[in-house]
């Protein structure tokens, strides 16, 4: 079971294993219940866009605002499965409230990243448009149809 606190921002868990996905589907129910919708969105989902072949994004969630994940209360190694963040940056789970030893282990599929160092993430769009005007095979079209 899946319990989440509106008043301190927590999804509290009762196991030792659970996935993304699952806290994203349980967040929906949780939302349409009872006017739930008045706390606003506990998760943003990107992802799982179909690239044909079988091929698809991997899905990554995003806790907002102050929503943190509050591990069942014991000590145990809590696993969580799936691409889970924290909208901004930071750790998706808090402690426990009382005093236990909770290990958290991530898995997550292999996937694409892009890392920034200057503010943005791959070449600009005028770099872009500047590499295929050099194509030779684009520059023989865009001379059949009028382009420079």
Excluded at 2 to 10: E, S
Excluded at 40 to 51: A, E, N, T, W, Y
Excluded at 66 to 93: C, K, Q, Y
Aim: proline share 5%; charged share 15%; aromatic share 8%.
């Amino acid at each position: 079971m899946v319990i989440f606190d509106p008043a301190t921002r927590r999804i509290i868990l009762d196991s030792a294993s659970v996935t993304a996905t699952e806290l994203y589907s349980r967040s929906c129910d949780w939302l349409v219940e009872s006017d739930n919708i008045k706390y606003g969105s506990v998760f943003r989902q990107v992802g799982s866009d179909d690239l044909g072949s079988g091929i698809s994004i991997p899905p990554y969630f995003f806790l907002q605002g102050a929503w943190r994940i509050r591990p069942m209360e014991a000590s145990h190694t809590l696993t969580i499965t799936g691409n889970l963040f924290v909208d901004g940056g930071g750790d998706p789970v808090v402690s426990t409230l009382g005093n236990y030893n909770v290990l958290v282990k991530s898995v997550v599929a292999v996937q694409a990243q892009g890392i920034s160092t200057s503010g943005t993430i791959g070449p600009s769009v005028e770099e872009i448009v500047a590499a295929i005007m050099a194509s030779p095979k684009l520059l023989t079209v865009s001379k059949f149809i009028g382009l420079k």
